[in-house]
């Protein structure tokens, strides 16, 4: 990267020195085609991950998007955006917003073998973390797991479809699971694909080129009105466009599958109304609107890195820690504040102006 | 109205010179206590008609912000909200942005007899028009009705409900329909009114106490839902917060009054998905989304003031004009441009980052 665009984005505020276990710089914004994200640790560039396009109606979207061509359809995962990188010979995990990320940095020792860095030391993993990471549901049955979608060749460009499925075997990673390989016009195949990944409650597909040049995402109204049922509860904490946008995502879909109107219609207003119901009755109350976490670290101080980073609208308050071998198990919440205080307003009886 | 206010809030760009009909100032914003909407005409003030509170429950709403009291419920009526005002000997009619509004004034003219102003030349009426107007939905049955809702007594303090009852039924003019008398802590009788309104399909009640110097609105979740049904089809010309409250207030008042859950949600999922779908099949079909209304005027200048003052994102078109008698029939739509461009875009396939 050139050392101009840097000192560029420094001073108009686009990038930030940041130091914490490393010394680096990130952008806050993009800046001049380098993406929002990227972090830079002297002259170890850790591309930001861009965000992949999403297409409404699969037919269309599919022959305007990508070229003939065959594709691998992957489990679209919803999980923790993250990047791993060795950093002089250690492993090293960034967020999706390039923060060093001290959960991602001691998970991402674990789960990605040494060897794999010593093959590849100027590649970086692009994966989604699910379990018991500081951002998405508790497990049960696992702690953390990790689906590597994408191998940055260090320059921003990713590998193939079949030689990255190679490499994660070799090194025992996984892959977000495959749901299969078709030629990019197949609209039948991938139109029973599509219904499939809807009975299936899983979130979506992503389409990619087998040669990884071509991709996009495509989701399922289940996973929409999912999303929506789980958002609902924190009304005022999420943005109105994440509500706005699964809407009309999952009458499109409905309508091009042609799939019950009715059924889709119910559960759609369910996610709203059950959601936003039992955080009424809890702000009626006077209970704060929360949702719980957990995490199973080594390094203790990983705690007061979540903390640092998490947003200020949100409350954190840890319920309790406990050790297990040479572990230590934090359960904690996170206090929706813009949601419990209105609520409980509004509840109370507090009159508003529109 | 004190001139160096005038002045401060012109130079400040909340207030506006506008010459029409009439030379006026009019408040784009609120500025030191002068309401958004109020109008100047020499030293002739048309206040603002204030945005009246609105409780999301209906016990605790109305202990907290009606004193007890003798009140009136009236029925909410969903229309063009408009002021009507004597200036000079003639009648003449705002909107409720503060525009002289030459459709409402020639209805007004109709509307209002001559007396009533001859009686009070320095009141204003407050009202809302529903029918043939450039706002809301064509009426087979009459041209226009005016439900004056409240009088100013000309300096921005409206005249007690009696009073105002019995002013309008001198003059023939019509009051918002009265659902009834109750004591503001009377609250069996009052959710008795709430469901039966709720049951007929209306759109809410304004409380009043007889006084008129309190007074709060609250809505049902039908008409909530019903106005989501009606402008989901506008999508994105529509802001999103107008879907976010319709849907909380629903769950509020569903949860209040223990009505059938699943009967609501099933019209709020509907709501949102039949008014998508229908202008996504016509955004498929490459058509413009667009809205029918109709005005029947004696004026036909009125057209170049309505295609003026409207927003620059919706179209206007003439559909026909007929004349009737003295008067002219125009039927036009409002073709809803930021929606059928994204949805039209959407349907053809266009990828987009969230």
């Known amino acids: 990267m050139e050392l101009k665009l840097v000192r560029e984005a420094l001073k108009k505020g686009r990038a930030e020195k940041l130091k914490e276990d490393l010394e680096y710089v990130r952008f806050k914004n993009s800046h001049k085609g380098i993406e929002r994200g990227t972090a830079l640790v002297r002259d170890q560039v850790v591309w930001g991950y861009p965000h992949i396009k999403r297409i409404f109606t699969l037919e269309k979207g599919l022959s305007r998007n990508i070229p003939p061509c ?3 359809a992957e489990e679209k995962i919803d999980g923790f955006n993250v990047r791993i990188a060795n950093i002089k010979g250690k492993t090293y995990g960034f967020s999706r917003g390039g923060f060093l990320d001290s959960f991602v940095t001691e998970k991402s020792r674990e789960l990605v073998p040494g060897e794999f860095f010593k093959e590849y030391p100027g590649n970086v993993l692009c994966g989604e973390m699910i379990g018991n990471t500081p951002y998405t549901s508790p497990a049960d049955d696992f702690d953390v797991k990790l689906y590597i979608f994408d191998i940055d060749e260090g320059d921003g460009s990713y590998i193939g479809c079949d030689e ?11 892959s977000p699971p495959v749901l299969g390989k078709y030629n990019s016009d197949d609209y039948d195949e991938l139109r029973r694909l599509a219904r499939s990944i809807n009975k299936g409650k899983k979130e979506g597909m992503v389409l990619k080129s087998i040669d990884r040049r071509h991709i996009v995402k495509y989701v399922t109204p289940s996973s929409d009105i999912e999303d929506i049922s789980e958002a609902s509860g924190q ?19 409905v309508d091009d ?26 702000a009626k109350k006077g209970g704060e609107i929360a949702e719980e976490f957990e995490i199973l670290v080594k390094d203790t ?22 050790r ?11 206090v929706y504040r813009k949601t419990s205080r209105k609520l409980v307003s509004y509840a109370g009886g507090k009159a508003v102006t529109d």
């Open 235 to 253: 009304f005022f904490d999420i943005s109105k466009g994440f509500f706005h946008q699964r809407i009309l995502r999952s009458a499109f879909f």
């Open 257 to 282: 599958f042609g799939l019950d109107r009715d059924k889709y219609a119910l559960q759609l207003g369910k996610a709203f109304h059950k959601g936003l119901t039992n955080s009424i009755r809890k």
């Open 301 to 322: 101080g990983i705690w007061d890195d979540i903390e640092k980073h998490m947003s200020k609208d949100i409350g954190l308050q840890v319920l309790w820690k406990r």
């Open 70 to 72: 065959v594709m691998y």
């Open 324 to 334: 297990e071998k040479n572990r230590t198990r934090i359960r904690f919440q996170k």
């Open 164 to 174: 990255r499925y190679r490499i994660l075997k070799e090194y025992g990673m996984e």
